[in-house]
């Protein structure tokens, strides 16, 4: 069975996501404090190439690595539901588990859902959606059936319709 729902776009799943948004506010304040920091130190400013020059350039590339790897697997996963939304398989799955993953001002924010389906091989295989929004999951509870997308070729691989639409 497959359903003909609308992907959900790019910016809205990638903004949303929490890997996403830590990477890009480190990367952006890392290389801003070290830069900063080491300028003050006169450790840049040095003339030639010393071991000052050095250890603070790698310092700086592995800070601001470790922002850009956490972009890095936001896309990925973005890209994911995206190609799930267009190719995916629809089935039916019954809600395991859910838990808040993110708070603001102490009200929750996002939940992260974690259910299960049976294949056509009638194995079971479990499944989970990070990030989605509180108010996408009021309604539901564990033990409720959902409509997800499978990737046929990769049962592992679902995500929750209704989490990102």
């Not at 050095?54 to 539901?81: D, N, T």
């Not at 019954?94 to 389906?117: A, E, L, Q």
């Amino acid at each position: 069975m497959r359903i003909r729902s609308r992907p959900p776009k790019f910016t809205k799943i990638i903004i949303k996501d929490f890997s996403f948004t830590f990477g890009v506010i480190w990367s952006l304040f890392t290389s801003i404090f070290l830069y900063a920091f080491f300028t003050d130190e006169g450790i840049i400013n040095d003339n030639g190439l010393t071991f000052k020059t050095i250890f603070a350039s790698a310092a700086m590339l592995l800070f601001i690595s470790v922002g850009y790897v956490m972009i890095f697997f936001a896309i990925k996963r973005a890209r994911r539901i995206i190609r799930l939304f267009k190719t995916g398989m629809s089935s039916k799955a019954t809600i395991t588990d859910m838990h808040i993953t993110g708070r603001t001002n102490g009200r929750p924010t996002s939940v992260t859902v974690k259910y299960y389906f049976t294949y056509q091989n009638n194995k079971n295989y479990q499944g989970q959606t990070h990030s989605v929004p509180y108010k996408n999951t009021t309604k539901i509870k564990p033990g409720d059936e959902i409509n997800i997308l499978y990737n046929r070729n990769n049962p592992d691989e679902s995500v929750w319709i209704d989490g990102y639409c």
